[in-house]
């Protein structure tokens, strides 16, 4: 809550803020709850600077479930590796992951993002239209595994 709603002489607790978690769990692959669980334990409970990335992992741990990759009908479903190709010839592969676990980068994208949800349920051979920088792009699925 903002201070500007509290009488001048409220106490307002200056602790670090941890976002509001979504009250239904959330879902994580294992290799994602790992990495969590990994990296809360590099953490020295110690070190005021990390203290408050403490508290928003413990908060991110005790709202999660685990979901384990699968396939549907044999196509691309939560914890899927897909692999596509884009109209120039560029490969890129995509983890369809939770959202505590998301890293562009190395590719982990919200299974309930925009191009997540357009590669649910696709199998090698498909071809599908997505809409990126304003343009339509198709995109050849060349691959569908489970991730490792």
Known sequence: MSKAFLPE???VDEG?????RPAE????TPAGHRRLLEERARIDPNDEATRTRALVLDSILATVRIVEPTLVDGGAGFGCEVTVEDESGAIRTYTLVGPDEVDPKAGRISSASPLGRRLLGQQEGEVIEVERGGRKDELTIVRVALAK
Do not use: G, S
């Not at 670090?16 to 509001?20: E, F, M, Y």
């Not at 769990?25 to 994580?28: A, K, L």
């Open 16 to 20: 670090p803020l941890v976002p509001p």
């Open 25 to 28: 769990p959330q879902p994580i």
């Open 9 to 11: 002489d409220a106490a």
